[in-house]
Each structure stands twice: as structure tokens, then as C-alpha cells.
């Protein structure tokens, strides 16, 4: 089956308008290298870059997302420092990440988060919903629990539509340390993740993506897990020599 992989680029607070050359590079090399079809690449830039390069990058073969929407649900107002969904839509992003283990860190929690997704649906941003446990939680056996728990608080089953949301199953031992979970932790997470949203939002084929520590190297070992459709990238997309050769491994 020819589905579609994604390759999400998540560049956190990195990036100055220099790095437009990183991105440069990822357009031009799919513009030469058709073979790739089956593969949808977004870059998600800091907010204060995603408008140039949207003008500068302007083609399909790129999207674009923002890192953070306003949970505030109208358009423009008093609301020092907030970023409506209007005007995130406006800067020419299509997608939306949410939930993200380092944002839950500092300012969202579940009302938050659930906020914001109606924000993003509200403004057709397609949402880029992440959740993962943490290491003490793994280490107790907690994982699908805690899964399952930031999944039912946030997602509202009246709302939620499966074509505009992807999961990203980001185990916060793993963003940033370069340790990554076996697949056979990942095939009893992906199996059971499947099985409960088919319960719970009788969706069949949900988009579900891997984020944590993805390297050039060990998409090879990932893609043998045929639910992961894809893969929310921090570090190594931010050069476009390893983001580029990320996705060249994962097709090999
Ligand atoms: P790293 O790829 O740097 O581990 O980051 C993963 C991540 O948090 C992407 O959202």
C-alpha cells in the first residue's frame, strides 16, 4: 500500500532567517528527485521565520506548521502576546503541533490543550497532536495509561475528525537523548493505540507518527513498524543534509 509518510520537522527555538537555506536545500533536492511520491513534508519553523520562508517557499512539495495557536478563540483582541488561530492561518501554516511534551511542561495542560484543538479546527489548521509518557512512568508500567489519559482529556470525539489530526507518540525519555524504544516496545504501544482509538473514535486508520531522538540511522529500524506513519523530527531536521537523508532511508 502507497500511504503517505510523513516527515515533520519541528525545529523547537532554533533557526534565524539564515536557516531559509536548510529548507532551500530539502525543496530543491524533492524537486530533482521525483521518485520520493509518497511522502508529505512540513517544516515547522519558530514563528517569527514562517512567514518569509512561506513567501519564499511557495510550492507543494513544502508545508508549513506553527509550534503553538492561541487556546483564546477569536480572531484579534486584548490579549498581549497571543497568537490567534486567524492569524497563525494567515502566515500560510496548515498545521498545528499541540500538546508537545516540552509545551506541557510550561503552560499546557488538558483544558489548554483541548482549547487549543478547537481553535485549530475552528481556523482548518490541521493539528499535530502529541502525547508520550515520561521515563518514570515507563519504568511503572504506566505508558498506555498515560497515553490513553492525555488522549480521552484532549480529544472530544463530537469534534474531533481524523483526516485533519496526527498523533505523535513522543516518549519524553526518549526527544533529545538519543535513546530510542525497541520495536517491540513500539509495536505493543502502536498495536494498543490503534485498537483504543477504533474503541473509543471509531477511527480505522488513524495517522500515527514517532517522535523522540529519529536519526539517519535508526529510521532504518523504525520503518519496520508499518503503523508509524511518519515521524516528528527535532534535531536532525534541522540541517537539511541529515532531514534529507532521514527520508532517502526511510524509502531505501
Ligand atoms: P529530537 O528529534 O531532537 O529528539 O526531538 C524530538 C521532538 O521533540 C520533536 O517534536
Not at 536548510?22 to 514563528?47: D, G, S
Not at 481524523?162 to 537523548?177: D, Q, V
Not at 509495536?187 to 473509543?200: A, D, P, Q, V
Request: proline share 2%; aromatic share 12%.
Amino acid at each position: 500500500m502507497n500511504k503517505t509518510i510523513y516527515f515533520i520537522a519541528n525545529w523547537k527555538m532554533n533557526g534565524n532567517h539564515n536557516s531559509i537555506k536548510e529548507i532551500e536545500r530539502v525543496f530543491i533536492f524533492f524537486k530533482k528527485n521525483v521518485i520520493y511520491k509518497f511522502k508529505k513534508i512540513i517544516f515547522c519553523p519558530p514563528i517569527n521565520l514562517l512567514s518569509s520562508f512561506r513567501a519564499k517557499i511557495k510550492s507543494r512539495l513544502i508545508d508549513f506548521g506553527t509550534q503553538d495557536i492561541s487556546k483564546i478563540n477569536i480572531n484579534n483582541g486584548p490579549y498581549t502576546g497571543q497568537l490567534s488561530g486567524k492569524m497563525l492561518k494567515d502566515t500560510g501554516a496548515n498545521y498545528v503541533i499541540i500538546g508537545h511534551s516540552e509545551k506541557r511542561l510550561i503552560d499546557e495542560d488538558f483544558k489548554t490543550i483541548k482549547d487549543k484543538i478547537n481553535v485549530a479546527l475552528k481556523n482548518k489548521l490541521k493539528i499535530i497532536f502529541c502525547i508520550g509518557e515520561n521515563l518514570s512512568q515507563k519504568n511503572k508500567g504506566l505508558s498506555l495509561k498515560v497515553l490513553k489519559k492525555q488522549i480521552l482529556s484532549s480529544l472530544d470525539k463530537n469534534k474531533i475528525n481524523f483526516n485533519n489530526l496526527i498523533i505523535a507518540y513522543e516518549p519524553i525519555w526518549s526527544i533529545g537523548t538519543g535513546v530510542v524504544p525497541s520495536n517491540n516496545y513500539l509495536y505493543k504501544i502502536y498495536g494498543n493505540l490503534k485498537k483504543f482509538l477504533k474503541e473509543k473514535y471509531n477511527v480505522n486508520s488513524p495517522v500515527m507518527l514517532y517522535g523522540g531522538s529519529v536519526t539517519t540511522y535508526n529510521v532504518v529500524t523504525l520503518r519496520e513498524i508499518s503503523l508509524i506513519s511518519g515521524f516528528l523530527i527535532g534535531g536532525a531536521s534541522l540541517k537539511s543534509a541529515s532531514f534529507i537523508k532521514i527520508i532517502k532511508n526511510y524509502f531505501k
